[in-house]
Structures are given as structure tokens and as C-alpha cells.
């Protein structure tokens, strides 16, 4: 098959002869339909991301694949799943690995590209709102990054449930945000973004009730210091190059929640919820309420230098690779 190889830390070739990955126990095949291309797949193939399989190994954390060995699971053969891949046989290839836990059978009402584009982001997002921050209508929830791939489906999902959402990004992708749906939109390259918008908010006597941060660094802590007594800091990622510092005393008398989200448990560890946000979702989908923001479709070749692209802040949306 053909497909991406990681060799060692920070060194991934192309080859056009590569072995099927062997079926695991536990673990299903399925035949790569489409791939998405993530930030963190920049780190797996740096060596730096918290899990790395062993070397060498075929990248590529999401797939839309049909089911060519279900194993032990009760998947049937030609089966139409979305989710993540496992063992070492990435999506980046045209035979991937899964846990069969962390895939989710796609609906026939569903387009499955979009069901690829928004799986894991929407996911993403609808825990950071939902679980973690439990938020409710007419809050107001202030995203960074959000014309990025989890900030442009937290957009949609924060409005989808009745909040207001300001919108920080770069100045490039301003119009992509309140495309999005976005009631304020700030370009985060302006100095003073985050006094306009306490000055805006308190004139009207209303703050920061959720903070969706997937950037960290000094943007993380501008934003926490807009939030307003009994506010949440849901912690998503380090896309600014590391975690934001957080001033305990800030918590303390402001009545602050700092949380986070690490998605990928979720799936193992309450299988139940992921298929209620999976339902919630495609129904969104289903709907048209709810638009998947591809930015564009790659061949396989190109995966490694999208994801390149997509790390460098140069993509809006979610940028999927077709096989």
C-alpha cells in the first residue's frame, strides 16, 4: 500500500510499497476512505506527542474508513466508521488500525466527509462546552482560535446552544469567524484586544462567563483575565507554544474554574457521552446547522506538508486528505 512512514523522531518518508498493518488484538482494519490533517500530528511525528507508537510507524490520528476486519468487535465488514486510529497504523496510509472503542459507525443521513471533518473537533468542542464547562444560554464564551478546526466548530456549538461568542483570531481570518456565526470578532495581533473587549462587555454590564482556550501562552492568560466572578477556563491546547500560566489568587477571588479537555479519554473512559455529542452532532449536521469548515481536500502525498501548513497557522477550518 501507499503511504506516510515515520522512522525515527522527526523523520517521515513517503513510499509507495508499504506492508498492510497486521490486525492486532483488539483492534479492527479498515480500508482509509479519508484522513484529516491535526496540529497534533505534527507532534506524533516530531516525537513529542504524549504517546508515540513505536518506531517505525504510519501517522495519522483520524480516518473515515470501511470496516475490513472487525475482529472481536461487533462491527460488520464494509461498515462506514469515523474516528481515531490505534497500534501504529495510522490514517496516512490506505490500511488503517482502530480501537473499536473510538470509532463511530457514520450515518447514512450524514455526509461522510463531513462527518470526517468535524468528528473529533465538534467532539472537542461539545465537551469543552457541555462536560466541562456546562454552560447555558446567554453566557458569553470568548474562543481563540477560532477560525481554527476545534475554535470553528466551538463557535457553532456555542451558538447552537443560545450563547453569545466573541471570537479572537488572526487578522486573516476575521471574516472566516463571523462566517462562523461569531457575535464579536478580534483580530489577536491587535495589542490592545483584550481591553477593547472588557471596556465593551462592561459597558454593557455583562463579562466572560467561558474561556475555550486552545492556544495557551500569553494568549491563554489575556483571556483568563477577562472572565468574571464564578467563570471557567477550559483548557483545550498549547497551539501558542505552551500551557498559560494561571495565577492561583485569580481563581481564588474571582471564584475561577481551571479545567481541561483531553478529548481521546473520553471514548475509553465514558463511551456514552461520545455517542451522545456523536448524535447531537450528526444530527446538527443533518440539519445543515452545523458546517463542516473544510478548508480543502489534499491528496495522500500532500498529508505531511499540509500538516506543516496547518501547524504553522496558515489553514482555517479542517483540511482532510482523500485516498
Aim: net charge negative.
Amino acid at each position: 500500500m501507499r503511504g506516510w512512514r515515520v522512522v525515527a523522531p522527526g523523520e517521515i518518508v513517503w513510499e509507495e510499497s508499504l506492508p498492510e498493518p497486521p490486525v492486532a488484538a483488539g483492534l479492527i482494519g479498515v480500508e482509509v476512505v479519508a484522513a484529516a490533517v491535526n496540529f497534533a500530528d505534527n507532534l506524533v511525528v516530531g516525537g513529542t506527542y504524549q504517546a508515540i507508537p513505536p518506531y517505525p510507524f504510519t501517522p495519522g490520528l483520524e480516518v473515515l474508513g470501511r470496516v475490513t476486519a472487525p475482529g472481536s468487535s461487533d462491527l460488520p465488514v464494509g461498515q462506514l466508521v469515523v474516528g481515531l486510529t490505534a497500534g501504529g497504523g495510522g490514517s496516512w496510509a490506505e490500511h488503517a488500525l482502530c480501537d473499536p472503542r473510538q470509532v463511530e459507525a457514520v450515518p447514512t443521513t450524514v455526509d461522510p466527509m463531513a462527518a470526517l471533518a468535524v468528528h473529533t473537533n465538534a467532539q472537542t468542542a461539545w465537551f469543552a462546552l457541555h462536560r466541562r464547562a456546562r454552560v447555558t444560554a446567554g453566557e458569553h464564551v470568548l474562543v481563540l482560535a477560532a477560525a481554527g478546526g476545534v475554535g470553528s466548530m466551538t463557535i457553532q456549538l456555542a451558538k447552537a446552544h443560545g450563547c453569545v461568542v466573541h471570537a479572537v483570531t488572526s487578522a486573516t481570518k476575521v471574516d472566516e469567524a463571523r462566517r462562523l456565526g461569531a457575535d464579536t470578532v478580534w483580530d489577536r495581533g491587535e495589542p490592545d484586544w483584550a481591553e477593547r473587549l472588557r471596556n465593551e462587555l462592561s459597558a454593557a454590564g455583562v463579562g466572560v462567563d467561558v474561556v475555550i482556550d486552545p492556544v495557551g501562552s500569553t494568549a491563554g492568560e489575556q483571556a483568563a483575565r477577562l472572565l468574571r466572578f464564578e467563570g471557567r477556563h477550559v483548557i483545550v491546547g498549547f497551539t501558542g507554544g505552551g500551557p498559560p500560566t494561571v495565577r492561583a489568587n485569580h481563581v481564588l477571588v474571582k471564584n475561577l474554574e481551571v479545567t481541561g479537555v483531553h478529548w481521546w479519554r473520553y471514548p475509553i473512559e465514558r463511551p456514552d457521552l461520545v455517542t451522545r455529542a456523536a448524535d447531537e452532532i450528526f444530527a446538527l449536521l443533518t440539519e445543515s446547522s452545523l458546517d463542516a469548515a473544510i478548508s480543502s481536500i489534499e491528496p495522500l502525498e500532500r498529508a505531511w506538508p499540509a500538516a506543516q501548513e496547518v501547524a504553522a497557522g496558515h489553514t482555517t477550518g479542517k483540511v482532510l486528505i482523500a485516498i
